[in-house]
């Protein structure tokens, strides 16, 4: 799931040895709020970065700035090293090439803390959805991989049912079907079982882990630390808008350098 030569709809895409993503001294602020300060991360392909840190730390802004759901006041974004064009300065910088804003944006599927289904589509066709309509690739050949990807995560039988019929953990998992079906070459997490009781939870991470364990390039952010000692090969723990330390998962958990980090740990560690 790296960065492989371009089809049509990824004309620019064609580094293949390059990161899947690499943010670069990136900065965010809204209004006079700076919530990221400078930071810069890196998604090999087949490998799973864990963002971790306090509430208000930047973990979802940075993330939304890797799919640019959020404009950035000054840094890089780089998919498969293709870094994003960008007009204007400061505050009102924006992308500056639509096309490559919809190319990066269909490679990179975002699961989100709520689950986001549409309540009137069923289960197959919110997971048909983007691909259908925002790809435009055959129905038929969508429908068979929605349901491939369906049964992948475990609720195959759950394909024509309504969301509201399902529970917090199924629809997760719907979710993260739906995010599959568009074959992007990373994934991105944002607290992906924040929402769920515990029972439910470990639903969500059995699938999680599954798709570590293909090599699929993902960024999870997540308060759960024994999913993120688990899964990640690097984790990066973020405060006040900047990295305090990164690193792998047994240094990070096992031997944490910064006070601010034990004293994060000293309240959740993992298992």
Not at 243 to 254: A, D, R, S, V, Y
Request: net charge negative; hydrophobic share 40%; proline share 5%.
């Amino acid at each position: 799931m790296g960065c492989t030569p371009p089809t049509n709809r990824e004309t620019e895409i064609v580094n293949t040895t390059a990161p899947v993503i690499e943010i670069r001294d990136l900065h965010k602020s809204y209004g006079s709020l700076e919530v990221l300060k400078g930071v810069s991360i890196t998604a090999r392909a087949g490998h799973v970065v864990a963002m971790i840190g306090s509430s208000g730390s930047g973990k979802s802004t940075l993330l939304r700035c890797c799919n640019l759901l959020e404009d950035s006041q000054q840094g890089d974004v780089v998919f498969c090293g293709e870094p994003v064009r960008w007009k204007g300065t400061g505050l009102g910088r924006r992308p500056a090439d639509h096309a490559q804003l919809v190319r990066i944006r269909t490679n990179l599927s975002m699961v989100f803390q709520q689950f986001n289904l549409w309540s009137h589509l069923s289960v197959l066709q919110n997971v048909m959805e983007a691909p259908v309509q925002v790809l435009r690739r055959d129905r038929a050949e969508v429908e068979s991989k929605a349901r491939h990807y369906l049964e992948k995560v475990g609720i195959g039988d759950k394909a024509d049912a309504w969301p509201a019929q399902l529970s917090g953990g199924q629809q997760q998992r719907a979710a993260i079907a739906r995010a599959l079906c568009m074959e992007p070459k990373a994934l991105l997490f944002d607290e992906p079982t924040s929402a769920l009781d515990p029972e439910l939870e470990q639903e969500v991470v059995r699938v999680i882990k599954a798709l570590a364990d293909e090599g699929r390039t993902m960024i999870i952010v997540t308060h759960d630390m024994k999913l993120a000692a688990d899964v990640a090969d690097h984790v990066v723990f973020l405060h006040r808008g900047l990295i305090e330390e990164e690193g792998p998962p047994e240094t990070l958990f096992g031997a944490p350098k910064s006070e601010r980090l034990r004293q994060f740990l000293s309240h959740s560690v993992p298992a």
